[in-house]
């Protein structure tokens, strides 16, 4: 069905094409872009990459990295469980693995103005305001260096006006929602090269307000809802006319419930004898009923055992009932909830030297930023109603059966020291199956240098880049309660890096400049530190104690890439890359004394930018294969009765594939646009898990993550009427992805034998939005437009992301945004 629609989508918007005719004279725009460091136009860059123009981030109703990886070809992503305005990007199948871990580098570059953000925490907050979204595909290592191996997003938000100008849009939609976003240029005062010189400024400010999207049955605030805002302030300082300074400031915040985790089914359970449902229907139920009926047994077994595993039960079967989809709401013990707060200050400085002789035209470019993040998560990953009544009561977590019919079972049904101990904790941490607890600290400053020159013959850009960060995190997870206690996890990471690159373009004039030769380099050498702190973990059955360790490493690495690309006529432009990659080694926090090594990867691709038709169609297209070595890859990992992410370097992995994007314009005012991307390969080497000589073929079982196999976007950009009162304008966009895995192995040793729970796939998934608007409604002063968007037009309840919890028995699913739909009115003076 879901397959089907993909195919009605593209066939709607073939067919309001072609039933067009008349062929008026219009054009594709040309886009420019700064993807080597230097504005040039998107054609003729010769790297594989896809540019949104503010007009279609508009369009396409994106304010944040959650929007942008639907719309692009290639790009794959999701945001974290239980941790809103935390977004995993993938490209080309490379993934950056659990995007709320703090310890782990994004294998995504994600540029803000030309500022690295160095990790994925608060990385999905709203920007105020965007000019344009850069997304470069495949290993980007010498200009954008570490942590881009499989490839870079550049935001480019807006620079101040030299008059004044206020923009202001409003909006409202179904589950409540309120938008509004304004931004003020206040215009500028003096002149450049008199005086202090000129000044000019501008200041954004956004507000997104929601109702959540499931209802809380449990009496909290509903589940999914919004709550964020951003503002902007950004200066630009001229004292000459060769000097530019801009100044930004931005800050970001949400407070928000997070999105419902649906328990979509349960996971084996090989010390249960396979089927949880089962062996509580038929083994704990029975057994507990038997042991209550012995002579002196604990009175506990029937006055409040017997009575939590009929409520585990009815939940249970609930589950199975309910099965997947998108819920209408849901219960949990304790509502999750998601805070966030991020600031960011960023001074660039570019100074236009002019003709320096035989260095050309030189530019000297200086980006100095500092950023700090800090995130709040709290409440339950699941949606399993585990509460204890006044008699402490509830549907407990399978685990803890398990466990007092051991103890049970040994004694008789007598009470004794142990299971006393058992019940004490039950009252003190409850029964449920998981909740977390946990605050993270990010801090970040970087400053590079750029010169950038041109001569008639040759174009370069050399750098030097300096990066330090430190993350602190804080965590009292518990799993499976009371059986694993109250986790308590510290830790500081700090990472110290320091880079010198170059890159320079030589065009063969003999050749009349239509073949031209690209060599990058970059070096890197960076130190990381960690330092853990777990606390002293008391459970019934004893206490842990505390652990405390630190480590070091150092990294270094050279990255490169060659490239040729030739000018086949004036509109055809081909070009062979040859690009390395280099993701940072380190350690993961959140497992105690987890190092990894860095990862490496080789590209090699071809493609092709053609402009056709008197520039009225664009063919873009490219392949690539590439050679991944010492990848890293998160892996689930039971401990402790809970589940957390460790990261492993899996080995070696072979892929290849392509996209194409292709957009034409049929008749004056209508452009229409298709993308496809293809990528294939698993694992080439995976770690094999293995205990009393018997192994789970890692290399044959693992598979690709975070990562769908075909991806189809196409969309129609249509002004099909002027009138009296405005322009009306429909634009629609359609995606379509196959299944992806959530993650490329879960394997582990139960009873000392290795057990591969099953992994979770997404499902495919369709996706059609819509805008209709009227513009330039005739007003006294500015200009006046009304837009009607509606977002899941189809109301496909595709599932986002699911965990497979392993030995905690569940098996959860979030889900996409059901239909939405609202009005905007925006003016602009």
């Known amino acids: 069905m879901k397959s089907q629609n993909t195919i009605k989508a593209l066939v709607l918007i073939s067919a309001a094409a072609s039933a067009q005719s008349g062929l008026a004279q219009a054009v594709l725009e040309e886009v420019l872009v700064t993807a080597e460091r230097r504005v040039e136009s998107l054609q ?88 344009r979204i850069e997304v470069l595909r495949g290993p980007q290592g010498t200009l954008y260096g570490r942590n881009a191996t499989a490839g870079a997003m550049n935001i480019i938000s807006r620079k101040p006006l030299d008059e004044f100008a206020v923009d202001v849009t409003a909006g409202i939609g179904n589950y409540g929602l309120q938008t509004l976003k304004t931004t003020i240029d206040f215009g500028s005062l003096g002149q450049a090269g008199e005086g202090a010189g000129k000044l000019a400024g501008a200041v954004s400010f956004l507000t997104k307000d929601r109702d959540g999207f499931y209802d809380n049955y449990s009496g909290g605030e509903d589940f999914d809802n919004l709550d964020r805002q951003a503002w902007r302030v950004a200066l630009r300082w001229q004292p000459v006319e060769s000097l530019t300074v801009d100044y930004v400031y931005d800050h970001s915040e949400l407070d928000e419930v997070n999105t419902l985790q649906k328990v979509v089914g349960f996971t084996e359970g090989p010390t249960l004898g396979g089927n949880r449902l089962d062996f509580l229907r ?51 013990d304790t509502t999750p909830i998601a805070q966030s707060d991020v600031d960011g200050h960023a001074i660039t400085a570019e100074w236009e030297l002019g003709e320096l002789g035989a260095l050309g035209d030189v530019t000297v470019r200086s980006i100095t930023a500092q950023r700090e993040t800090e995130a709040y998560v709290a409440g339950d990953l699941e949606d399993i109603d585990s509460s204890l009544d006044a008699s402490g009561i509830g549907a407990y977590n399978d685990s803890l059966h398990s466990v007092l019919l051991q103890y049970y079972g040994g004694s008789g049904g007598a009470s004794f020291p142990g299971v006393d101990a058992l019940w004490d904790a039950v009252d003190q941490l409850g029964a449920g199956h998981s909740n977390q607890d946990t605050r993270s600290k990010y801090e970040q400053f970087s400053q590079e240098f750029q010169f950038v020159g041109a001569t008639q013959q040759l174009d370069y850009v050399l750098g030097l880049y300096w990066f330090e960060d430190e993350a602190n995190f804080d965590r009292r997870a518990s799993f499976a309660q009371p059986l694993s206690g109250r986790d308590a996890q510290k830790y500081t990471l700090e990472t110290d890096s320091l880079a010198v690159f170059g890159q320079s373009t030589y065009r063969f004039a003999s050749l009349e400049d239509r073949l031209a030769l690209t060599v990058g380099l970059r070096y890197t050498e960076e130190e990381k530190t960690i330092a853990y702190n777990f606390g002293v973990v008391s459970t019934p059955f004893g206490v842990s104690p505390a652990r405390a360790l630190s480590r070091d490493d150092n990294f270094y690495n050279f990255s490169y890439n060659v490239t040729v690309a030739y000018d086949i006529t004036e509109d055809v432009n081909s070009f062979i890359r040859y690009a390395t990659g ?122 690709r993550a975070n990562s769908p196999s075909n991806k189809v976007n196409a969309s129609l950009d249509y002004t099909f009427a002027r009138t009296a009162i405005g322009e009306f304008n429909l634009f629609v966009d359609s995606s379509w992805q196959d299944t992806w895995e959530q993650v490329g192995l879960s394997p582990s040793v139960v009873n000392g034998t290795p057990f591969l729970y099953t992994n979770s796939s997404m499902d495919a998934r369709t996706v059609v939005n819509a805008r209709l608007s009227l513009s330039a409604i005739p007003v006294d002063t500015g200009d006046l437009m009304v837009s009607l968007w509606v977002n899941n037009l189809t109301k496909d309840d595709y599932p986002s992301y699911g965990v497979n919890f392993q030995g905690l028995g569940l098996i959860t699913e979030q889900y996409g945004a059901p239909r939405t739909f609202g009005m905007e009115v925006r003016y602009r003076y």
Do not use: H
């Not at 017997?306 to 939940?315: C, G, V």
């Open 282 to 332: 038929n083994v704990v139920q029975p057994s507990a009923t038997g042991l209550s009926m012995i002579p002196g047994a604990d009175p506990r077994i029937s006055g409040r055992w017997l009575p939590s595993i009929q409520k585990t039960i009815d939940a249970y079967e609930r589950v199975v009932a309910n099965g997947q989809g998108r819920p209408d709401g849901g219960l949990v």
């Open 44 to 131: 003729e860059t010769p790297i594989a990459m896809t540019a949104l123009t503010r007009d279609a981030i508009e369009k396409r109703g994106i304010s944040n990295s959650d929007d942008v990886f639907a719309t692009m070809p290639g790009m794959g992503g999701f945001a974290s469980p239980g941790s809103r305005g935390v977004t995993s990007l993938s490209i080309r199948g490379i993934s950056g693995g659990s995007p709320a871990n703090i310890s782990l580098d994004p294998a995504v570059g994600m540029y803000l103005d030309g500022v690295y953000i160095g990790k994925m925490l608060g990385s999905a907050l709203d920007i105020a305001q965007i000019e």
């Open 582 to 703: 280099y993701r940072s080694g380190g350690f993961n926090g959140e497992v105690f004394n987890n190092s990894f090594d860095e990862e490496t990867i080789d590209q090699l691709e071809v493609g092709i930018k053609s402009d056709w038709w008197n520039n009225r169609l664009r063919v873009n297209a490219g392949l690539y294969a590439y050679e991944y070595d010492d990848l890293q890859t998160s892996s689930l990992e039971s401990t402790g009765g809970g589940v957390t992410s460790t990261t492993i370097n899996a080995g070696r992995a072979e892929r290849w594939g392509g996209e194409l994007e292709m957009a034409v314009v049929p008749m004056e005012d209508m452009i229409v646009s298709l993308a496809y991307s293809y990528i294939t390969g698993d694992f080439e080497e995976f770690p094999d898990t293995c205990a009393n000589n018997q192994c789970i073929d890692g290399s044959a079982e693992a598979e």
